[in-house]
Nanobody, 121 residues
Framework: QVQLVESGGGLVQAGGSLDLSCAASGSVLRVYTMGWYRQAPGRQRELVAQITRGLVRNYQDSVKGRFTISGDFVSNIAYLQMNSLKPEDTAVYYC???????????????WGQGTQVTVSS
């Protein structure tokens, strides 16, 4: 079993900052990518930021310059630093990771339980 445990999130005023972290644990042979998605009420889940094992980063256009993703692929932890937060960033943020659990399995995508980020105006 692979578990993704998220921490961080909460309530912040517009212009403020929050940090999220996500740790992959359990049967983890290799993590290929880690990332954050978010889902606001009535909207589809969308990619926020992603980092690969080769440290290639990808961001949604609306967060470029404000959010920074980093990853430690030895400890299998990813971080999302969110600055200059806006009310439209309000959503449940989900950690996602592409993980190969064992030598006998292909990689698959795992999800965290989600953490609420609320930005007040």
């Amino acid at each position: 079993q692979v578990q993704l445990v998220e921490s961080g999130g909460g309530l912040v005023q517009a212009g403020g900052s929050l940090d999220l972290s996500c740790a992959a644990s359990g049967s983890v042979l290799r993590v290929y990518t880690m990332g954050w998605y978010r889902q606001a009420p009535g909207r589809q889940r969308e990619l926020v930021a992603q980092i690969t094992r080769g440290l290639v980063r990808n961001y949604q256009d609306s967060v470029k310059g404000r959010f920074t993703i980093s990853g430690d692929f030895v400890s299998n932890i990813a971080y999302l630093q969110m600055n200059s937060l806006k009310p439209e960033d309000t959503a449940v943020y989900y950690c996602s990771a592409d993980v190969q659990p064992t030598d006998h399995e292909n990689y698959r995508t795992y999800w965290g339980q989600g953490t609420q980020v609320t930005v007040s105006s």
